[in-house]
């Protein structure tokens, strides 16, 4: 059974960094895309950014383009979301999802992703 962990969100302030983390367990990792998703208080969620199965292929919203970068570590079996230069409204709780399809790219459709974590909440103050 696929397992995703996510780790590392807090209260930052605006202008500040958080990385986030996220563990996966169950399969062969580095076969699979991952991404990163957010959902605000009262907001639909929406993509962040997206790593294909080699990592050789990014994908970001354009509202963190410049500001975030997603890596992995298929030895450690984990992806990261390095946030930096963080505005107020970055604020909103971060999941990590991963796709079903082997060699996938960096999708970045949440019907693409089929597994997700149960989210870590980011806060940024002003």
């Known amino acids: 059974q696929v397992q995703l962990v996510e780790s590392g969100g807090g209260l930052v302030q605006a202008g500040g960094s958080l990385k986030l983390s996220c563990a996966a367990s169950?399969?062969?990792?580095?076969?699979?895309?991952m991404a990163w998703f957010r959902q605000a208080s009262g907001k639909e969620r929406e993509f962040v950014a997206a790593?294909?199965?080699?990592?050789?292929?990014?994908s970001y919203a354009d509202s963190v383009k410049g500001r975030y970068t997603i890596s992995r570590d298929n030895a450690k079996n984990t992806v990261y979301l390095q946030m930096n230069t963080l505005k107020p409204e970055d604020t909103a709780v971060y999941y990590c999802?991963?796709?079903?399809?082997?060699?996938?790219?960096?999708?970045?459709?949440?019907?693409?992703?089929?597994?997700w974590g149960q989210g870590t909440q980011v806060t940024v103050s002003s």
């Open positions: 999802a991963s796709t079903s399809q082997r060699r996938s790219p960096a999708y970045s459709k949440n019907y693409e992703y089929d597994y």
């Open positions: 169950g399969r062969t990792f580095s076969s699979y895309a």
């Open positions: 790593i294909s199965w080699g990592g050789g292929s990014t």
